[in-house]
């Protein structure tokens, strides 16, 4: 997979208005629209499995766990995401039902075309949203994740986990194991 095609360049609001008329989603990057990329079995299972156990975990809290069909405004960057799963404790965000404003935690599954974008200018807009508390990159290939937490200095320090230990999100204070994590993996 190469880096999408950039589309015309176009307001937010002519965004909006017009990605609800398009089959295929579309990430808007200030001013710049960007075809998102079929995902692999792989991508998604992973995907999957980490939307599934945030879900369980935090049944019967105000948090919601949503996957990528839910699209992320990040007001600060002028931009809206699709992340692969998003954790909103906004109250504001449950009478959002198209987007998503107050993430709280935010998880994307890394693929050879989207890896440096991912872990670099959408990990910096991501960094903008205040209340967001951590930014999970998963990496199927090498079974490695890298977890990035905000501090209450705004500092963002990396988590890394390695083969075998999983992941773990102190935002939503949940350990995944590596058998859940990469289930029904090949």
Known sequence: MGHPAPQPTMTAADYLAWEVTQTERHEYVDGEVWAMAGATDRHVTIALNVAMALKQHLHGTPCRTFMSDMKLHAETANSYFYPDVVVTCSEADRGRP???????????????GTAAYDRGAKFAHYR?????????????????????RCGADGLWVLHPFDPGQGIAFGSVDLRIEEAVLYADLD
Do not use: N
């Not at 198209?98 to 050879?112: A, F, G, M, N, Y």
């Not at 090498?142 to 990035?148: H, K």
């Open 98 to 112: 198209l987007i998503k404003r107050d993430p709280t935690l935010v998880v994307e599954v890394l693929s050879i």
């Open 128 to 148: 903008q949203i205040p209340t967001l508390r951590e930014i999970a990159l998963i990496d199927p290939d090498t079974r490695r994740a890298d977890v990035y």
